[in-house]
């Protein structure tokens, strides 16, 4: 092979190599803008499922505390009588 057509050659093929490059580069930013807004998604969604966590929570807590006023009889004693007529 001639050195012009070699030297021609080889010219292409980097060029072909930096473009593959740059296309990568271009893909890996745009990957980590994904990753990075991903991330910030998870946040948000992460702290609404926590107050609503807490929410349930303190919904629980007063379910509890209202049907255990009616298994003792404190809640004008209706649930108590009911159970046991």
Same mark, same amino acid.
């Given at each position: 092979?001639?050195?012009?057509?070699?030297?021609?050659?080889?010219?292409?093929?980097?060029?072909?190599?930096? $473009?593959?490059?740059?296309?990568?580069?271009?893909?890996?930013?745009?990957?980590?803008?994904?990753?990075?807004? !991903?991330?910030?998604?998870?946040? $948000? $969604?992460?702290?609404?499922?926590?107050?609503?966590?807490?929410? $349930?929570?303190?919904?629980?807590?007063?379910?509890?505390?209202?049907?255990?006023?009616?298994?003792?009889?404190? !809640?004008?004693?209706?649930?108590?009588?009911?159970?046991?007529?």
């Amino acid at each position: 092979m001639d050195q012009g057509i070699a030297a021609v050659l080889v010219a292409g093929i980097t060029a072909i190599g930096g $473009v593959i490059v740059g296309f990568m580069q271009l893909f890996r930013k745009e990957q980590r803008a994904a990753v990075e807004e !991903n991330r910030q998604d998870h946040a $948000v $969604v992460q702290s609404q499922l926590g107050m609503i966590y807490r929410q $349930v929570a303190r919904v629980d807590d007063k379910l509890e505390k209202h049907l255990a006023q009616h298994e003792e009889g404190e !809640n004008s004693g209706q649930s108590k009588k009911r159970s046991s007529g």
